[in-house]
């Protein structure tokens, strides 16, 4: 239901980048190697899920059915209850007693290092220029998923296809800025210093005062 999840405000609220809103309710973006189609109907949600033809020949159609449903599940963290939250927060604030706050949005579980440089990204910028700039890398630097009326779509790159020795120069190229150098020096970092694959993993474990 839409109290349960707004797709307007939740998808292009400034969490996420890699969602364009085609027609009313209506989204397309990229999740993982996936490039998903979503609309909101009647208070159901109607879903498509794109990949290439050789991820396609690698699973049976009930793997894939699992495999979108999960994601998504995920990815809106549709395990917890937002409407009885927000009875709770209706209680304590007065601006959800006065409808100031739209009902449905939800924090996405997003990649963690998609997160971390779109936050980059973000410094002294609008959601229009950082939709832009995150696009551009993933063009730049991230494996092709196909292509849907006319776009091309990509998957965000890993570290090991952003380690590149003329990063920041490139990105300068792309209008990224001083956020270039920053976005290098990430990645140097998670690569080299923190070198551990279940870093973000961890991270996600610990408690707000140990993170």
């Not at 220029?129 to 776009?151: F, H, S």
Request: net charge neutral; hydrophobic share 30%; charged share 25%.
């Amino acid at each position: 239901s839409y109290t349960e999840l707004n797709l307007k405000q939740t998808l292009l609220g400034g969490q996420s980048f890699r969602w364009v809103e085609q027609s009313p309710n209506e989204f397309i973006g990229v999740l993982k190697s996936y490039i998903i189609y979503l609309q909101h109907e009647n208070e159901n949600l109607h879903y498509t899920f794109y990949t290439n033809k050789s991820r396609s020949i690698d699973s049976n159609e009930n793997d894939r059915q699992n495999e979108t449903s999960r994601i998504l599940y995920n990815y809106f963290q549709l395990s917890i209850k937002l409407h009885d939250l927000f009875q709770q927060w209706c209680k304590s604030d007065v601006r959800f007693q006065n409808g100031l706050i739209p009902t449905g949005i939800r924090v996405l579980d997003q990649d963690p290092l998609e997160n971390l440089i779109s936050f980059i990204c973000s410094s002294n910028n609008n959601v229009q220029r950082i939709t832009k700039m995150v696009k551009q890398l993933c063009i730049e630097y991230g494996k092709e998923i196909g292509t849907i009326n006319g776009i091309v779509y990509h998957q965000f790159p890993t570290i090991d296809e952003l380690d590149k020795s003329n990063l920041e120069t490139r990105l300068r190229e792309l209008n990224f800025g001083y956020r270039a150098r920053y976005i290098q020096q990430a990645i140097k970092y998670l690569k080299y210093t923190i070198n551990d694959i279940t870093f973000f993993d961890r991270l996600k474990s610990l408690s707000v005062k140990e993170a």
